[in-house]
């Protein structure tokens, strides 16, 4: 009896504990860590990851090319499963480990004329639209009511609040959250493919406030230096790299060179760079 109580008692401590982790608090967490396969590291009572465990990039042969753990010599061709993304057509391992990549561009963004009462049609697999419907059968097509906007069947939605999914309006369309709704898919950033040398060199991602993936890198220069900010625990350890710089938590990354980005030390082993809106 006395065994089954101290059970009873350890289960309900356990999730007390749990109960206290609110995994939305790590939302701030920047993409590029899961985009490069970083494995996220927890200290004891902590809810979100500290800091990021990316030795294996470290470690890569750099003769090679690198996707998601997979290696690819030079003349490999990446297969369509491997590139996560409808808008690159193809990829294939080039010299010094870097991928030659072919990037499609949709009409519909460079001023592709839609004719009235049509509405375009997309799939979540495909890059750009796929065709129209007009006139009578565009007034047949379902309707989703999705962030208080009402949107055709076929016509794509993107939510305000998480800007790393992309939607598709359809005649089942149900309102769950874009992580468990099936007409939702996350954008994949494939930095391995787009930016090895940025990642290689330890230069940092800059993100817009608007996007999910990297806009621009900030990469290391002779004058750069640090500023040391408020690091209340006296954390030296785990550091940021910055090419040849090493930035406990809370340090700010001072460059000469005038910047529409800030740059500090949050989450390692990278910095956090951010868009500066008043630049």
Known sequence: MMTKILILILALNTVQV??????????????????????????????????????HLDAQDESKCHLRGTVFDQGDKVDRSQLRSACIGAAVCSLGGKFIYAHL??????????????????????????????????LKLATCDFEGKTYKEGQRMYPAN??????????????????????????????????????????????????????????????????????????????????SLELNIGDVLSTKEKNCFKCSCNVPP??????????
């Open 105 to 138: 561009d949709c009409a519909e963004y460079f001023g592709g004329i839609l004719k009235p009462g049509c509405v375009r049609q997309y799939s979540n697999d495909k890059c750009c639209s796929v065709g129209s419907v007009c006139g009578d059968e565009a």
């Open 162 to 243: 998480n800007n790393c999914f992309k939607c598709l309006c359809t005649n089942d369309f149900q309102n769950k959250p874009v992580e468990q709704n099936k007409d939702c898919v996350r954008n994949e950033c494939n930095l391995e493919l787009l930016a090895i040398d940025n990642i290689r060199n330890k230069c940092a991602p800059v993100y817009h406030p608007d996007s999910c993936c990297p806009n621009n890198w900030a990469c290391p220069k002779n004058d750069d230096s640090i500023i040391p900010g408020n690091n209340p625990k006296g954390n030296t350890s785990p550091k940021c790299k910055f090419g």
């Open 270 to 279: 990278m910095l956090d760079c951010n868009f500066t809106p008043d630049c």
């Open 18 to 55: 749990l109960g206290t982790c609110d995994s939305t608090e790590c939302a701030s967490v920047p993409i590029h860590y899961q985009d490069l396969g970083c494995k996220p590291i927890l200290k004891d009572g902590e809810c979100c990851p500290s800091s990021f465990d990316c030795t």
